[in-house]
């Protein structure tokens, strides 16, 4: 087992900057971006609703606990709810009010969520903001292979593109299912892939037992620290679905007992589509998502007084016409709003996300995404998944709307930045010097702030139309794809200590030996 | 002259629903659009600075008014400003703080926008807010007839637009310049079909004494009353762009003398770039733009005291490198933000816009454009010109960016509707009689609300993958064109009394016999 004190010396832990500097040193090499920064809220996030509007979400969604109660599918897990004063008949539990207040109680407001590079390390709770990568998407798209199945090589370029893009804070998924993996072996070879070619924290999928538990073997291996250093530093998190309306399935469940058992961080986020699987008023599909995710709560509490818990939102809603599920609707952007003033009112962290439902890198794509991001931001979210890179509802993982969301989430950092208002800045003597009628370009003022004074764009093209038209008119997705070759031509594996690598590449092998996880088909 | 009692009837002003109505039946007719409605924001702007920074910025700008000035050129302006207590040596005036501050209290905080169908009455202040038409882009384009000079045709045609389209709430000026009429009798012909072709308010240019004052006389007379009532009632909007940095020229000072003698509305809107015409920081692009908005002010209610008027900002950066003027940039909403804090702090109604610097109706031009509009509904804008169409920075008008932005703005008004949160919103008899596991397709709760529960898009394409490709794969721009064709083809000339009609082609027609404005080119 790893040492503690030389894994902090290799990780060089005393600096907190290295990671800062060395996307810097990668940006000199390729692609202009921004520097790797962490971003917070520098106002209050919006409050859509009244304080009793959100009071009648949860007064209801407590009744919905208590009268109608989740479907529970795993035994154990009903058993401990039970010893915690739920009520079980059969599958069905129901939750007395006093049973979540005491899980809103003890679930922490704030926590570190440790990476490999502790450069990397992400705090989740109060006005921090990070983003994500796509996660998910069965396939994946670029101009010039078009939309395939999802596979290996692209899901480790994602990864590679996951570790140039400074914009990136954490790996949210898979960003595409690596189909031709062996479901029995995927989950070891995606984590492993995740562990060693990244050195941002990751995610690892709930499905069942064993794999949750060699995703945390496997977070653990790669931090070089021990078991019990694990449980105080949660190094991992899981994305918990419900199946709404209402009910919570075995790998799920399984996943927060094993998650919660030893501090890893557990989101969970009701897939409450309202008209399809919650009420077609969006306070109804609230009040499913917040019940939902209380009992989700609850079941971590439980577990673990005080484990890591994140509330998730993902309500939005459905085309009516065709079924078709939308995003970055006037509906998404509110429900995106509303839940963050849930989860502030119970003082917990919150997950949202940036979507569309798209088909191409078009307009829509990108007003989708701005109107998501707008819903994520004012909501006050804290961890946004799906940050980069998602198209059509989460069924394609496209590299050109990576990029394009990299701008994005740049612009929104940049906006985010708390902007001078010092006498330097308010500039009086600059407007004295130039004066009426003249121009700010050679005064001393713009000289000595002009390479860095505003936010210098990835995509955006702001040659005028005839430079434009001479240079082919690209649009904004070619340009896009241009950038998204050259991240991947400049991606280097980031340094990891050799004892540390032979763990995981021997705990991989291992498990692989033994079969990795049956599957039944 | 009309009688203002055979006015009201006319255009049916006991029955202010009756522009909604027309819309809605409209829309039955051709384009499945939002229906007409005033909307307004349902939170608190945002404040981006603290109350400390606004005041120093407050401050700063009282001090460059006081201590540099403004260039004033027109000398009936300079005498004016004189006999109020300003400073004035040759052309350069400055301010004391007292003219500023009695400004400040004459200054109404809200006021209406009458149009010649009160049905399209706009309230200009508070938590309202209204979008308007681009305005003044030298060049226009489609997808057939690409990028071309201003010409009547066009001009006319995003009249048609303007009118046929519900979320356009006011012409902000000539969507496209009518390059082909001649500049002694362009406002003529334009504002004439301004008001003729279109029944919502609309916009004069301040170029020079006798264009505005024919302006004037086209807005009473096309409402049907009388000079007195016209003062009584703001029925004509004009844009004054500052010569920034700190110069008012000429037909600009025309045009407030003559609009503010009238209690006509006037919008201050410096044009200040951030390191071009501004200084590089934003907050001293900010104490410049504050500086001059409020010489603006003090120049109307020296005028008249009480005359309406608007904070315009516009304050953006340029590209560093190329000198190109930026826009929807992360500068650009702080800017658009801080902008309505300034206004809410001196209690006045705030103007903004939407605005893009792309060359095609691509990504980039949905996406500058989305974060235009979270930075003038976040900051509380009351009026937002350039609300569709505009494109390149200003130098074109697009038919298809028009309707993407109708698009746009109507699911910002979805977004601004108050939700529903009553206990039959709340939804617990459905998810009752859903139960967990369900589905809410068929519940009576769905059955009840489905045609009209969710925003329903112009143009998003929501089709499944498959079908988007046998469809031929449109992107949003094809789809925006072929609702542009389609909103031409369903345009009608709104009602207007033939003797009001008479009497404008009259005015228009004895004003060219006149020779319109002499030109000296």
Request: aromatic share 8%; hydrophobic share 40%.
């Amino acid at each position: 087992m790893a040492d503690p004190t030389t894994s902090d010396a290799r990780h060089g832990r005393s600096d907190r900057r290295r990671g800062g500097r060395t996307g810097q040193a990668a940006a000199a090499r390729g692609i202009a971006q921004s520097p790797r920064r962490r971003s917070s809220l520098p106002f209050l996030a919006l409050d859509l609703l009244s304080a009793d509007q959100i009071e009648s979400i949860h007064e209801t969604s407590l009744q919905v606990l208590r009268e109608i109660g989740m479907e529970v599918m795993l035994p154990e897990a009903r058993d401990r709810l039970k010893a915690a004063g739920a009520e079980v008949r059969e599958s069905r539990v129901t939750f007395p009010r006093e049973l979540v207040e005491s899980a809103l109680e003890t679930a922490p407001s704030s926590f570190v969520f440790h990476a490999r590079n502790p450069a990397n390390d992400l705090t989740i709770g109060g006005s921090a903001i990070s983003f994500g990568t796509v996660a998910s998407a069965p396939n994946c798209s670029d101009l010039e292979g078009g939309r395939r199945t999802g596979n290996e090589v692209d899901f480790r370029n994602f990864l590679k593109l996951a570790q140039v893009f400074n914009c990136i804070d954490f790996i949210s998924g898979y960003p595409v299912e690596p189909i031709d993996l062996h479901p029995a072996i995927r989950h070891l070879d995606a984590l492993h892939a995740m562990a060693v070619m990244t050195d941002k924290p990751f995610h690892a999928y709930s499905l069942g037992r064993e794999r949750i538990s060699d995703g945390i073997e496997i977070a653990r291996i790669a931090r070089g620290i021990s078991p019990v250093e694990l449980e105080r530093e949660p190094s991992l998190f899981s994305i918990i679905n419900t199946n709404s309306p209402l009910k919570l399935d075995v790998p799920m469940l399984q996943g927060i007992l094993e998650m919660s058992a030893r501090n890893q961080i557990i989101c969970v986020t009701p897939f409450t589509l309202a008209g399809a699987m919650a009420p077609v008023t969006l306070a109804g599909a609230l009040v499913e998502q917040n019940a939902e995710a209380l009992a989700g709560l609850v079941m971590t509490q439980v577990v673990r007084k005080g484990a890591p818990f994140i509330y998730g939102g993902f309500t939005s809603n459905v085309d009516m016409k065709s079924g078709a599920p939308a995003f970055g609707t006037p509906e998404y952007m509110k429900a995106a709003i509303i839940g963050g003033q849930l989860a502030r009112r119970y003082g917990l962290p919150y997950r949202t996300s940036n979507t569309c439902a798209a088909n191409a890198v078009d307009a829509q794509a990108a007003y989708e995404s701005v109107f998501s991001l707008w819903g994520a931001v004012m909501g006050g979210g804290n961890l946004v998944l799906h940050g980069a890179g998602w198209m059509e509802g989460g069924l394609v993982a496209s590299f050109e709307k990576f990029v394009l969301d990299c701008d994005l989430i740049q612009m929104i950092e940049a906006f985010l930045d708390p902007l001078e208002v010092d006498n330097e800045a308010l500039g009086l003597d600059a407007i004295r010097e130039v004066g009426p009628g003249g121009h700010f370009f050679g005064a001393a003022h713009t000289l000595a702030r002009y390479s860095h004074a505003f936010y210098a764009p990835l995509i955006s093209d702001w040659r005028n139309f005839q430079q434009w038209v001479a240079a082919g008119q690209p649009q904004a997705h070619q340009k896009a794809n241009q950038l998204y070759r050259q991240a991947l031509a400049q991606y280097e594996q980031p340094p990891i200590d050799e004892a540390i690598a032979e763990e995981l590449a021997a705990f991989v092998r291992k498990r692989k030996e033994e079969g990795g996880v049956p599957t039944d088909f």
